[in-house]
């Protein structure tokens, strides 16, 4: 588990982060603070492991909250989300070891594809008493696909390997068309239930497309499609 503080003084914001991120295997949002002062008093109360902080905030602002907690040496990282790009304040992020600037307004891929490399940068870190210059190469100048693919192995607890590909397959021999999970479910003759848990890893891990699609009734409903990269 990657426990998450999200910093943010606009609340639609703020919940909308928590949104995106909990959607995503491990991270959890174990508090939301609305300025630097509720961050300072949150990290005292909770172990947290990221902040996704937002710069521009009053009492306290990003930058200040940020170096005082580097005075601290609080063992956190930081993902910094300001509406503003100037070079300078880019280089102070990066010189006080932000591992990811986000600049408003981002699409959520984005904020996904920041988690997922902090992730893998986390895991392996623990994971390897000793890393090869490569791994080293692909962690800090160059792309760290090989490692998504080997997280992407790793499944959650409960959701096993054959059945995933079993979806997968489904998916992928009808990716020109939208799928929903009743429609998955009684080709592959498994529960709705257990569909939406596979459907929902997918899409965490970036496999496939979701889009929701509004009935007669006013209800809403999901539908589905893999992503085929290779025609992107």
Do not use: C, W
Not at 57 to 74: A, I, T, W
Not at 84 to 102: F, Q, R
Not at 162 to 169: A, C, N, P, S, Y
């Amino acid at each position: 588990m990657i426990n998450v503080l999200v910093v943010e003084d606009d609340p639609m914001l703020a919940e909308l982060n928590r949104r995106f991120i909990e959607k995503i295997d491990p991270f959890v949002v174990v508090a939301v603070a609305g300025n630097g002062e509720e961050a300072i008093k949150a990290l005292k109360n909770k172990k947290i492991d990221l902040i996704i902080l937002d710069i521009y905030m009053p009492k306290m602002d990003g930058m200040e909250l940020f170096k005082r907690v580097r005075k601290q040496n609080k063992e956190v990282d930081f993902i910094l989300v300001t509406a503003a790009n100037d070079t300078d304040k880019i280089d102070e992020a990066l010189k006080l070891g932000a591992v990811d600037y986000l600049v408003k307004p981002f699409e959520f891929e984005r904020l996904k594809k920041s988690l997922i490399n902090y992730k893998i940068r986390k895991n392996l870190l623990i994971k390897k008493p000793f890393v090869s210059q490569e791994e080293i190469d692909k962690l800090f100048i160059g792309d760290i696909e090989g490692f998504a693919q080997n997280e992407e192995r790793e499944l959650k607890k409960g959701l096993h390997k054959f059945t995933l590909d079993r979806v997968i397959r489904f998916l992928k021999e009808n990716k020109e068309i939208l799928l929903s999970s009743e429609v998955i479910s009684e080709n592959l003759q498994m529960s709705k239930v257990t569909i939406r848990r596979y459907l929902d890893y997918l899409e965490a891990i970036g496999k496939i497309q979701k889009k929701m699609e509004y009935g007669s009734r006013g209800r809403p409903s999901y539908l589905y499609r893999y992503i085929d990269k290779n025609n992107k």
